[in-house]
């Protein structure tokens, strides 16, 4: 089995390693991506509730579990990245804090009842539509006061945004663009 690994970079787990299946479909958040993206969340995450939407290795959900958030959803369609999480949820003791499903994000969109302070959205790069995807969370109505949604994309991802979306944060690192919006 051919197997890669992440680190958790901050907070209580700092340098855990997230040892996973490695497949061409499959493409975690980088470290330097994850830099970014916590220093500007750095001091928001404390207590709150998070969504790991298209959780692949769960990489970023864990790391927000080890900055302080208190609960994360994790929803991974794929059986045996999902069963990773699992592993990594139970060795780290998030057991409490985590709700975990193996379902296509779409429809578990229509289904869920639970509202997030943020979403982690690191989908595929070239499998969807982000519009109609930030669409269906919009009328999901899954946000706390507030929530935020992270998104990382290609860089040449042609995005369309509702006159309703804010972008708070924007970088280009590489061939990954990471946004922050509200």
């Given amino acids: 089995m051919n197997t890669s690994s992440i680190r958790?970079?901050?907070g209580r787990n700092k340098s855990y390693r997230i040892v996973f299946k490695a497949t061409p479909t499959l493409r975690p958040?980088?470290?330097r991506a994850k830099e970014t993206l916590f220093s500007w969340l750095q001091f928001e995450l404390k207590d709150k509730f998070c969504l790991d939407l298209f959780a692949g290795t769960g990489g970023l959900g864990l790391e927000a579990l080890s900055r302080g958030a208190q609960h994360v959803t994790f929803v991974e369609k794929d059986k045996s990245l999902y069963k990773n999480i699992l592993k990594n949820v139970h060795h780290l003791g998030y057991e409490n804090n985590v709700q975990a499903?193996?379902?296509?994000s779409f429809k578990w969109l229509k289904t869920n009842k639970r509202k997030f302070d943020y979403i982690f959205l690191d989908p595929p790069f070239d499998q969807?539509?982000?519009k109609n995807l930030l669409k269906e969370i919009r009328k999901s109505?899954?946000?706390n006061e507030g929530g935020k949604v992270f998104l990382e994309t290609s860089k040449h991802a042609e995005l369309e945004f509702s006159p309703a979306q804010d972008i708070l944060k924007d970088k280009i690192i590489g061939d990954v663009r990471l946004m922050i919006l509200q």
Avoid: A, H, L, P
């Avoid at 499903?101 to 296509?104: N, T």
């Fill in 8 to 10: 958790i970079i901050g």
């Fill in 29 to 31: 958040t980088t470290d």
């Fill in 101 to 104: 499903m193996c379902s296509d």
């Fill in 128 to 130: 969807f539509d982000y």
């Fill in 141 to 143: 109505n899954i946000f």
